[in-house]
């Protein structure tokens, strides 16, 4: 029967990073999808994205995650960039002050691009650099309450809580979609959608969309 061999398939979560340029937001989607980290990795141009399949509560998951660039001169077209999100990873560096300050801006772009349940995580990346801190655990945990967000501090560099950030999310979305009833005919047309949307399709591990620059 053809529903069968869609079982497998079923969960496609599209997750997207975001926050400002040199934060971590590729070195913290490599370490996850291929357990590696760049230290001269070049600042991202247009969307890329990664598979990785989670497994959750025996149930095969794959997060679709995409990774785009924090400099607004290489940003690819937003919206496409959103489309179809239901987690996002909203990162800081908590060596750089400013990046912590941008976290409004971010969760506002997140808001005017996504209208469904997002599952949404404060994500303080380079907790290694402790002597050159700037941002105390303590305000990242504020502003998350502040905005009902979930909270991490991790770092790409030495792997601390890069796993659990991404499957607290992903957890989280499983819950929220769990809420709208799974088996509900508009979820499933709701799904596909997001599939078809997809330049490279949904069974490639790897991808990048070729958008102009926005100069
Ligand atoms: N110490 C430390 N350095 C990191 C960590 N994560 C990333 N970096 C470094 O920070 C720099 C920027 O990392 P990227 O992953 O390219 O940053 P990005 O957010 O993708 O930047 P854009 O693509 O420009 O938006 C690189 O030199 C990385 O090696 C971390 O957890 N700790
Ligand atoms: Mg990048």
């Known amino acids: 029967m053809e529903d069968n061999e869609e079982v497998g398939e079923e969960y496609l979560f599209k997750i997207v990073l975001i926050g400002d340029s040199a934060v971590g937001k590729s070195n913290l989607l490599s370490r996850f999808a291929r357990n590696e ?26 997060a679709q995650i995409w990774d785009t ?8 077209v937003t919206s496409a960039y959103y489309r179809g999100a239901v987690g996002a990873l909203v990162v800081y560096d908590i060596s750089r002050r400013t990046t912590f300050d941008s976290i409004k801006r971010w969760l506002e772009e997140l808001t005017i691009h996504c209208d469904t349940t997002v599952a949404r995580m404060l994500v303080g990346n380079k907790c290694d650099l402790e002597n050159i801190r700037e941002v105390s655990i303590e305000e990242g945990k504020s502003l998350a309450e502040e905005e009902g967000l979930f909270f991490m501090e991790t770092s790409a560099l030495d792997s601390t ?55």
């Open 37 to 62: 980290f760049d230290t001269n990795s070049k600042a991202t141009i247009g969307v890329e994205f990664q598979t990785q399949v989670v497994e959750i509560e025996g149930k095969e998951v794959k």
């Open 161 to 215: 809580n890069v796993q659990t950030a991404f499957e607290i999310v992903i957890r989280e979305i499983y819950n929220n979609i769990s809420r709208k009833v799974l088996n509900s005919d508009s979820y499933k047309a709701e799904l596909s959608v997001n599939r078809v949307s997809l330049v490279n399709g949904a069974g490639s591990k790897q991808g990048h969309l070729n958008f102009s620059c926005c100069s």
């Open 69 to 76: 660039a924090g400099q607004e001169r290489f940003r690819a």
